[in-house]
C-alpha cells in the first residue's frame, strides 16, 4: 500500500506541474494497482534478500568458529584413531560431501590403509571403497608430487593430458572431488579423499581455504600422536623391563628424594615400597644411601661396591651395587641411578666352585705328594735293605747316612712348603712400604746373581700409598719370583725388578710389580700350567714355588700373570691394591 500510495502521489506531482500532461483516469487505476503489486512483491522479496544474507554472514562466521574449534581439537588429540576419526567428521559436517576417507601409509610398507571412511551410505548413496592402495597409486603419486589440495576441475590445468586423464579417472573411481595430501617433511604420510557435496553445489573457496589451513595441522597433530605413541610404547617398555628384572633399581632425585624403586629392590632389600619413593635417602640402607650420596657428587660411574644388609627379620643378605648420575645441560647433577644385585646364589655357587677347585687340588696335591715322597724313599728303602748285608762296610754306612739325611732334608723340605701353600693367611692390617721389600729382595739375592755372572738390579718408582698386608709374605713371594728367574736366565743375562703406579677404569689405584730376565721363554701351551702345584720344568723342582706365590699374592688381594715372547723374554706382573681413603661404604668392596 505504501508503494501504491508512493506512486499516486508523483502521479498527482507531475500534472501539477506539467499542466499539458493530462493521463486518463484509467491509467491513473494502473499506475495504483501496479503500485499495490509492486509493494506485495517487495516484502518477501526484502524478507528473502534479509535472510540470504543474514544465513550467509551466519555460516561464515560459523565456519570460522568450526574452523578455529577443529583446529584446536586437532591439536589437543594425541591419538591417531581419533584425530583420524575426527578429522572425518569435521570435514563431514563442514562440507557435507557423498563420502570422506582418510588413507595413511602403512609402517611396514609402502602401501595407504583406509583408517576412517564416512560415506552417504547410511542414505542410500555412496560406493564401496578399496581397504588399501599401492604405493603406485595414480593419486598417491599426484598427491606425493604436488603437496597440495588437489581439485578434480583443476586436473587438467596442472597435469600433462595423459597424466590428467589417469588421475581424473582415478579420482571419480574413488568418488573424489577433492584430493588433501598429508605430508610431514616432505613425505605424503596420508591422503583425504573427499567426494562432491550431496547438494551437487561447487565448493567455495572459503571451502577450499579451510581444508588449506587445516591439512598441515592435521600433519603436524599425526606427527605428535606418533611420537606421544612411541613415548607411552617406550615408556610402558621400560616399566615392564624395570618390573621383571632380577636387580633392584633405586633412582633419586637433586634433592636426595627417592622416585624409583622396583619391585627386586623391595624383594632385596625387604622395605615396602611406600616406605620409600618420595622420601630421602634416610629410609635406605646405610650403605645403599651412602653410594647414591657419593653418586650424586661425581658424575663417574661406580661399580664394585660389596656389602652386606641386613633386613628387618634379621636375614643378611650380601649385595653387588653399581651407581652412576646423570646431570642436565649445565652438568648439575639432576639425580643418580644405584643397581643392586642379590649375591646369596652367587655366593652359594661359589662356595661350590671353591669346594670342586678344592678337591681337585687335593687329588693334585695328593699325587705330587706321592710322587715327590716316594723317590726319597725308595733311596733310603734300598739302602736300609742292604744294610744288614754290609754292615761291616764303613763306605757303604758312610753313604747310607749321607743319602738318608739328604732324602729326609728333601721331604722336609716338600712337607714345609705344603704347610707354607696351605696355610691361612691371618688377617694382616699392616701397610707396607713395598719399594723397601723389593730392595731387600734384589739385596738378599745379589750374592747369587753374582755368583751366577747374572746382572740383577731395581727400578723403583715413587708410589703414592702402601698396600695392606704381610710384609715377610710378600718378600717371600717376590723371592720366589726373584729366584725362578735368576734360574731361567743364562750366565751374562740380566733380571730387574720394577715398581709404577697406575689407576684402573674404575678408579682404583695400584702398584704394578714386574720380575723380568730377558733370556728365557715358555710356550704359551704352559702359561695356564705353571702356576698349578708339582708343574715344573727344572730337575729337582718341586713346582710349588709359583704356587705360593700365586697364593700369597691372592691373599693380598693382588694378581699375577705372565708375558714371554721370543725375542723379549719373560716377565711376571704382580699387581696389588693401594691403600686409599676409605669410607665406611667403601670398606666392603672387592
Same mark, same amino acid.
Given at each position: 500500500?505504501?508503494?501504491?500510495?508512493?506512486?499516486?502521489?508523483?502521479?498527482?506531482?507531475?500534472?501539477?506541474?506539467?499542466?499539458?500532461?493530462?493521463?486518463?483516469?484509467?491509467?491513473?487505476?494502473?499506475?495504483?494497482?501496479?503500485?499495490?503489486?509492486?509493494?506485495?512483491?517487495?516484502?518477501?522479496?526484502?524478507?528473502?534478500?534479509?535472510?540470504?544474507?543474514?544465513?550467509?554472514?551466519?555460516?561464515?562466521?560459523?565456519?570460522?568458529?568450526?574452523?578455529?574449534?577443529?583446529?584446536?581439537?586437532?591439536?589437543?588429540?594425541?591419538?591417531?584413531?581419533?584425530?583420524?576419526?575426527?578429522?572425518?567428521?569435521?570435514?563431514?559436517?563442514?562440507?557435507?560431501?557423498?563420502?570422506?576417507?582418510?588413507?595413511?601409509?602403512?609402517?611396514?610398507?609402502?602401501?595407504?590403509?583406509?583408517?576412517?571412511?564416512?560415506?552417504?551410505?547410511?542414505?542410500?548413496?555412496?560406493?564401496?571403497?578399496?581397504?588399501?592402495?599401492?604405493?603406485?597409486?595414480?593419486?598417491?603419486?599426484?598427491?606425493?608430487?604436488?603437496?597440495?589440495?588437489?581439485?578434480?576441475?583443476?586436473?587438467?590445468?596442472?597435469?600433462?593430458?595423459?597424466?590428467?586423464?589417469?588421475?581424473?579417472?582415478?579420482?571419480?573411481?574413488?568418488?573424489?572431488?577433492?584430493?588433501?595430501?598429508?605430508?610431514?617433511?616432505?613425505?605424503?604420510?596420508?591422503?583425504?579423499?573427499?567426494?562432491?557435496?550431496?547438494?551437487?553445489?561447487?565448493?567455495?573457496?572459503?571451502?577450499?581455504?579451510?581444508?588449506?589451513?587445516?591439512?598441515?595441522?592435521?600433519?603436524?597433530?599425526?606427527?605428535?600422536?606418533?611420537?606421544?605413541?612411541?613415548?607411552?610404547?617406550?615408556?610402558?617398555?621400560?616399566?615392564?623391563?624395570?618390573?621383571?628384572?632380577?636387580?633392584?633399581?633405586?633412582?633419586?632425585?637433586?634433592?636426595?628424594?627417592?622416585?624409583?624403586?622396583?619391585?627386586?629392590?623391595?624383594?632385596?632389600?625387604?622395605?615396602?615400597?611406600?616406605?620409600?619413593?618420595?622420601?630421602?635417602?634416610?629410609?635406605?640402607?646405610?650403605?645403599?644411601?651412602?653410594?647414591?650420596?657419593?653418586?650424586?657428587?661425581?658424575?663417574?660411574?661406580?661399580?664394585?661396591?660389596?656389602? #652386606? %644388609? =641386613?633386613?628387618? $627379620?634379621?636375614?643378611?643378605?650380601?649385595?653387588?651395587?653399581?651407581?652412576?648420575?646423570?646431570?642436565? !645441560? /649445565? @652438568?648439575?647433577?639432576?639425580?643418580?641411578?644405584?643397581?643392586?644385585?642379590?649375591?646369596?646364589?652367587?655366593?652359594?655357587?661359589?662356595?661350590?666352585?671353591?669346594?670342586?677347585?678344592?678337591?681337585?687340588?687335593?687329588?693334585?696335591?695328593?699325587?705330587?705328594?706321592?710322587?715327590?715322597?716316594?723317590?726319597?724313599?725308595?733311596?733310603?728303602?734300598?739302602?736300609?735293605?742292604?744294610?744288614?748285608?754290609?754292615?761291616?762296610?764303613?763306605?757303604?754306612?758312610?753313604?747310607?747316612?749321607?743319602?738318608?739325611?739328604? #732324602? %729326609? =732334608?728333601?721331604? $722336609?723340605?716338600?712337607?714345609?712348603?705344603?704347610?707354607?701353600?696351605?696355610?691361612?693367611?691371618?688377617? !694382616? /692390617? @699392616?701397610?707396607?712400604?713395598?719399594?723397601?721389600?723389593?730392595?731387600?729382595?734384589?739385596?738378599?739375592?745379589?750374592?747369587?746373581?753374582?755368583?751366577?755372572?747374572?746382572?740383577?738390579?731395581?727400578?723403583?718408582?715413587?708410589?703414592?700409598?702402601?698396600?695392606?698386608?704381610?710384609?715377610?709374605?710378600?718378600?717371600?713371594?717376590?723371592?720366589?719370583?726373584?729366584?725362578?728367574?735368576?734360574?731361567?736366565?743364562?750366565?751374562?743375562?740380566?733380571?730387574?725388578?720394577?715398581?709404577?703406579?697406575?689407576?684402573?677404569?674404575?678408579? =682404583?689405584?695400584?702398584?704394578?710389580?714386574?720380575?723380568?730376565?730377558?733370556?728365557s721363554y715358555i710356550p704359551p701351551g704352559?702359561?695356564?700350567?705353571?702356576?698349578?702345584?708339582?708343574?715344573?720344568?727344572?730337575?729337582?723342582?718341586?713346582?710349588?714355588?709359583?704356587?705360593?706365590?700365586?697364593?700369597?699374592?691372592?691373599?693380598?688381594?693382588?694378581?699375577?700373570?705372565?708375558?714371554?715372547?721370543?725375542?723379549?723374554?719373560?716377565?711376571?706382573v704382580v699387581q696389588l691394591p693401594l691403600?686409599?681413603?676409605?669410607?665406611?661404604?667403601?670398606?666392603?668392596?672387592?
Open positions: 500500500m505504501g508503494v501504491a500510495g508512493v506512486i499516486m502521489g508523483m502521479v498527482i506531482v507531475v500534472e501539477r506541474l506539467v499542466p499539458q500532461l493530462r493521463f486518463p483516469e484509467v491509467w491513473n487505476y494502473l499506475f495504483v494497482i501496479a503500485g499495490i503489486i509492486m509493494g506485495m512483491i517487495a516484502v518477501p522479496i526484502h524478507h528473502y534478500i534479509r535472510a540470504y544474507l543474514d544465513r550467509m554472514l551466519l555460516s561464515q562466521r560459523q565456519r570460522e568458529d568450526s574452523a578455529q574449534q577443529a583446529s584446536d581439537a586437532i591439536l589437543r588429540t594425541l591419538d591417531a584413531n581419533e584425530l583420524l576419526e575426527f578429522l572425518s567428521g569435521m570435514v563431514w559436517n563442514t562440507l557435507r560431501p557423498t563420502q570422506v576417507s582418510v588413507f595413511m601409509k602403512d609402517g611396514g610398507s609402502d602401501s595407504f590403509v583406509l583408517r576412517s571412511c564416512l560415506t552417504a551410505a547410511d542414505n542410500g548413496g555412496g560406493q564401496h571403497l578399496p581397504e588399501q592402495l599401492p604405493g603406485a597409486h595414480i593419486l598417491l603419486q599426484a598427491a606425493s608430487g604436488s603437496h597440495h589440495l588437489l581439485h578434480r576441475d583443476e586436473v587438467f590445468r596442472f597435469h600433462s593430458l595423459d597424466e590428467a586423464q589417469q588421475v581424473a579417472r582415478a579420482m571419480e573411481e574413488l568418488d573424489t572431488e577433492l584430493l588433501a595430501p598429508l605430508v610431514w617433511e616432505d613425505e605424503l604420510v596420508g591422503m583425504v579423499c573427499i567426494g562432491g557435496r550431496v547438494s551437487e553445489e561447487i565448493y567455495e573457496a572459503e571451502d577450499l581455504d579451510i581444508l588449506r589451513n587445516i591439512m598441515p595441522q592435521v600433519s603436524l597433530a599425526l606427527r605428535n600422536a606418533q611420537l606421544y605413541a612411541e613415548m607411552a610404547r617406550m615408556k610402558e617398555y621400560s616399566e615392564t623391563i624395570l618390573r621383571e628384572m632380577e636387580s633392584g633399581v633405586i633412582v633419586v632425585d637433586a634433592d636426595e628424594e627417592v622416585v624409583m624403586y622396583n619391585p627386586a629392590a623391595q624383594r632385596i632389600l625387604g622395605i615396602p615400597r611406600e616406605q620409600i619413593v618420595g622420601h630421602t635417602l634416610v629410609g635406605l640402607p646405610e650403605n645403599i644411601a651412602n653410594c647414591l650420596h657419593k653418586a650424586l657428587n661425581n658424575s663417574r660411574m661406580r661399580s664394585g661396591y660389596r656389602f #652386606e %644388609i =641386613e633386613k628387618d $627379620d634379621g636375614e643378611i643378605v650380601p649385595v653387588a651395587c653399581s651407581t652412576s648420575a646423570w646431570g642436565g !645441560a /649445565t @652438568d648439575a647433577r639432576e639425580g643418580a641411578v644405584a643397581v643392586i644385585s642379590d649375591l646369596t646364589m652367587a655366593h652359594e655357587l661359589e662356595q661350590e666352585r671353591q669346594r670342586a677347585e678344592h678337591l681337585a687340588l687335593i687329588r693334585v696335591l695328593s699325587a705330587g705328594m706321592a710322587h715327590e715322597i716316594r723317590n726319597p724313599m725308595v733311596a733310603i728303602r734300598t739302602f736300609a735293605e742292604l744294610l744288614p748285608r754290609r754292615w761291616d762296610d764303613p763306605e757303604f754306612r758312610s753313604d747310607f747316612l749321607v743319602t738318608a739325611q739328604q #732324602e %729326609i =732334608e728333601r721331604i $722336609d723340605q716338600l712337607l714345609s712348603q705344603l704347610l707354607m701353600l696351605s696355610k691361612p693367611a691371618a688377617a !694382616a /692390617t @699392616d701397610t707396607v712400604d713395598i719399594n723397601g721389600v723389593c730392595e731387600g729382595v734384589v739385596r738378599a739375592m745379589s750374592a747369587r746373581a753374582e755368583s751366577e755372572q747374572i746382572r740383577l738390579h731395581a727400578d723403583l718408582n715413587l708410589v703414592d700409598g702402601q698396600p695392606i698386608g704381610d710384609e715377610s709374605r710378600l718378600h717371600q713371594a717376590l723371592t720366589n719370583l726373584v729366584a725362578n728367574a735368576l734360574d731361567a736366565e743364562p750366565e751374562g743375562g740380566e733380571v730387574k725388578v720394577s715398581t709404577t703406579q697406575m689407576v684402573d677404569a674404575d678408579g =682404583e689405584t695400584w702398584v704394578v710389580i714386574r720380575v723380568y730376565n730377558a733370556g704352559h702359561t695356564e700350567q705353571i702356576f698349578e702345584p708339582f708343574y715344573s720344568d727344572k730337575p729337582g723342582g718341586t713346582g710349588l714355588g709359583l704356587a705360593i706365590c700365586q697364593s700369597i699374592i691372592q691373599e693380598h688381594n693382588g694378581s699375577i700373570s705372565m708375558r714371554s715372547a721370543p725375542d723379549s723374554g719373560t716377565e711376571f691403600e686409599t681413603d676409605v669410607d665406611s661404604t667403601d670398606s666392603g668392596e672387592e
